[in-house]
T-cell receptor
């Protein structure tokens, strides 16, 4: 069990560019979550997958954001036309039951 | 909507002493779960402990224990015998209902352990 992994760990981009992040959950975890955390705040829920189905999206997830989980394994989060307000830590978590969520190390995005 | 409140922005504790981190929550659901996470400066969220709303016993995991007072809607984390490595941000989080797994987090409490 290698834990949840995320790639890249850091991303610096210019405003208007597209970025894509990847999350590999703990193997056999059927639930996968994306959260966003800004400086000094707790994480905020973005979206949730059960297997390959995206079951819920927060209103924080604007039309510029899209997430996928093909084949119910890894997941990608894409942000199109990035804005400075998108700068944050993007956290991925996975679980196999209701009483746990294990987080990855996060991807820190800086939009210049 | 559910809400988590952590009223202590920062705390100092002497090494080897115990520290209590406050967490209150608000929900109308009868079935819910409470989590505590540690986030060191590296940024990773480390799961510490879980308490279910129907659990009769307070949860314990090593030096971590959760003081669950359901009537007061509080779920305080107690860290015993503090170590320098406990210096970090600590978040309380809640999920509500058996079909909604997403977590709602508090604003966090920064703990600094002094030698």
């Amino acid at each position: 069990d290698t834990g949840v992994s995320q790639d890249p760990r850091h991303k610096i981009t210019k405003r208007g560019q597209n970025v894509t992040f990847r999350c590999d959950p703990i193997s056999e975890h059927n639930r996968l979550y994306w959260y966003r955390q800004t400086l000094g705040q707790g994480p905020e829920f973005l979206t949730y997958f059960q297997n390959e189905a995206q079951l819920e999206k927060s209103r924080l997830l604007s039309d510029r954001f899209s997430a996928e989980r093909p084949k119910g394994s890894f997941s990608t989060l894409e942000i199109q036309r990035t804005e400075q307000g998108d700068s944050a830590m993007y956290l991925c978590a996975s679980s196999s039951s209701y009483n746990e969520q294990f987080f990855g190390p996060g991807t820190r995005l800086t939009v210049l | 909507a559910q809400k988590i409140t952590q009223t202590q922005p920062g705390m100092f504790v002497q090494e080897k002493e115990a520290v209590t981190l406050d967490c209150t929550y608000d929900t109308s659901d009868q079935s819910y779960g409470l989590f505590w996470y540690k986030q060191p400066s590296s940024g990773e969220m480390i799961f510490l402990i879980y308490q279910g709303s129907y659990d009769e016993q307070n949860a314990t995991e090593g030096r971590y224990s959760l003081n669950f007072q359901k009537a007061r809607k509080s779920a305080n984390l107690v860290i015993s015998a503090s170590q320098l490595g406990d210096s970090a941000m600590y978040f309380c989080a809640m999920r509500v209902s058996s079909n909604d797994y997403k977590l709602s987090f508090g604003a966090g409490t920064t703990v600094t352990v002094r030698a």
